[in-house]
Structure formats: C-alpha cells, structure tokens
C-alpha cells in the first residue's frame, strides 16, 4: 500500500513541479506517471553505471557531481518520453534536485 501510495504521490509532484519550475513541462498526469516510472527504472539500471564512471569525479568535487548524474537521468527521461520536456541541462539540474527535496520530505512524511 505504501509503495503505491508513494508512487501516486510522487507523479502528483512531479505534475506539480513542472507547473511552477521553468524549462520543464509534463502533458498531463498519466505522463508524470510514466515520467515517474520511467525515473525509477533509470534510477535502478543507468545510475549505478553512471556513478562507478563517475567516482573520480564525484570524489574530487565531494559529491557535487552526483547532482549532475540526477541531471543526466531527467534528461534520459525526456529523451525516452513524448510527454515530457526539459528545455536544457540547467532545467534538467534544478527538476531533479526539486524533484529529491519534495520526494524525501513525503517519503519522512509517509514513513
């Protein structure tokens, strides 16, 4: 039950997000549940690979390059999406770092 509820909140969000951030942009709900799933997939599969490329880096910046691999993931997705659009990296950037702040506080909230 929980997970489900968190996943329906999650698209909520992420509809939400794209009404207020610039640069990004979601057709409609059934979109921001694909985005949502399509996110947990790249998550799972693609970011693990981009963070064992990416440790150098990550260690020399202190872990600010991992903010760039969540950046990398939104703009897989808009690429794997019709219904979602991200108008540049910088907008990727700042989707995704809005899009962990507001799933972390509901997941603290929900658990």
Not at 23 to 49: E, F, R, S
Request: glycine share 8%; aromatic share 8%.
């Amino acid at each position: 039950m929980g997970f489900i509820l968190k996943f329906i909140l999650s698209a909520i969000l992420a509809f939400v997000l794209t009404k207020f951030l610039p640069g990004a942009h979601l057709d409609g709900i059934t979109d921001a549940l694909l985005l949502v799933l399509v996110l947990g997939i790249l998550n799972a599969v693609v970011k693990p690979i981009l963070k064992i490329l990416g440790l150098p880096i990550t260690i020399l910046t202190l872990g600010l390059f991992l903010l760039v691999i969540n950046a990398v993931i939104v703009l897989l997705a808009d690429w794997l999406l019709a219904g979602f659009r991200v108008d540049g990296f910088l907008s990727a950037l700042i989707f995704s770092i809005a899009l962990t702040v507001v799933t972390a506080i509901v997941d603290m909230i929900i658990d």
